[in-house]
């Protein structure tokens, strides 16, 4: 289990000046499914685009556990994507990746290197807890504690005045469960992570967050037999973002919008429409 407990910043890229920008996609380049959202369609999830079968260590999957292990396989879906949705002229776009909160330097470097390679003006990177609590909306301010159930990453993050204060990532997903029995492993690996937080935390933050009720965002959260045994066993309740399994590319399509808003390239956009 990866564990982040430093009191660091993670957040998207430095501001930039946007003038210039006309259009753009926002992508999540997920272990199991490539999401993109693209304003005026809304999101595209496809699961011919998440690689080519039988090629690269990935097996037909450039991207395992939130790391990319196929980076070419994976540039070309990448090319794919900015082809359909951007056009052979990449001038004057911006494109916003997510991606895990506890993704190491090697696949944020990867994944930047890329998304540079596709030729768009700005690229913006922006951690998926912050994604997933953007598409969310307010939740009457203070610490927001975020927890994504992916396909192969389970992480736990905790969000204070919108910035990462701790996180958790395990290797272990719906992929990893065994469709015979109850999801047991997942809902264990949720409290451990959260127990964590809370016995390292000094300011009461996780405790605050937990009486809210942590957001749950990603493929398990549209799991009724996972959210309700994360909520038995925590003793409070839990919040379900809309369309969970796309949250994060949703939030990130929100990010999109406010860039674009800024350009004065397009009207008011939400990571909700589509």
Not at 141 to 152: F, I, R, T
Not at 179 to 206: C, S
Request: aromatic share 2%; net charge positive.
């Amino acid at each position: 289990m990866r564990a982040l407990h430093d009191g660091r910043r993670l957040g998207p890229s430095a501001r930039q000046d946007h003038r210039g920008i006309t259009r753009g996609l926002a992508l999540d380049l997920g272990s199991s499914r490539t999401r993109v959202w693209v304003p005026g369609h809304g999101v595209l999830a496809d699961t011919d685009l998440c690689g080519e079968p039988g090629t690269g260590p990935g097996r037909g999957r450039p991207v395992r556990r939130g790391r990319i292990v196929d980076p070419e396989s994976c540039g070309r879906m990448l090319g794919r994507i900015a082809d359909t949705a951007l056009g052979a002229d990449r001038t004057g776009t911006v494109i916003v990746l997510s991606h895990p909160v506890l993704a190491g330097p090697r696949h944020r470097t990867e994944a930047r290197e890329l998304i540079t390679a596709l030729g768009p003006t700005t690229v913006i990177a922006l951690d998926s807890a912050r994604a997933a609590a953007a598409y969310a909306g307010p939740c009457d301010g203070g610490p927001l504690l975020v927890v994504d159930l992916g396909a192969e990453l389970t992480e736990a993050t905790l969000l204070v005045d919108g910035q990462v204060r701790d996180a958790r990532q395990a290797e272990t997903g719906l992929g990893d469960l065994d469709p015979a029995e109850p999801p047991t492993a997942v809902v264990r690996t949720v409290l451990d992570m959260i127990m964590e937080m809370w016995q390292q935390d000094r300011h009461g933050a996780v405790l605050g967050a937990l009486r809210k009720g942590p957001l749950l965002t990603g493929g398990g959260a549209a799991r009724p037999d996972i959210t309700h045994r994360i909520a038995v066993r925590l003793g409070g309740p839990v919040r379900l973002a809309d369309d969970p399994a796309t949250a994060v590319v949703r939030g990130a399509g929100m990010v999109l919008g406010s860039v674009l808003r800024r350009a004065g390239a397009a009207p008011a956009l939400t990571g909700r429409t589509g």
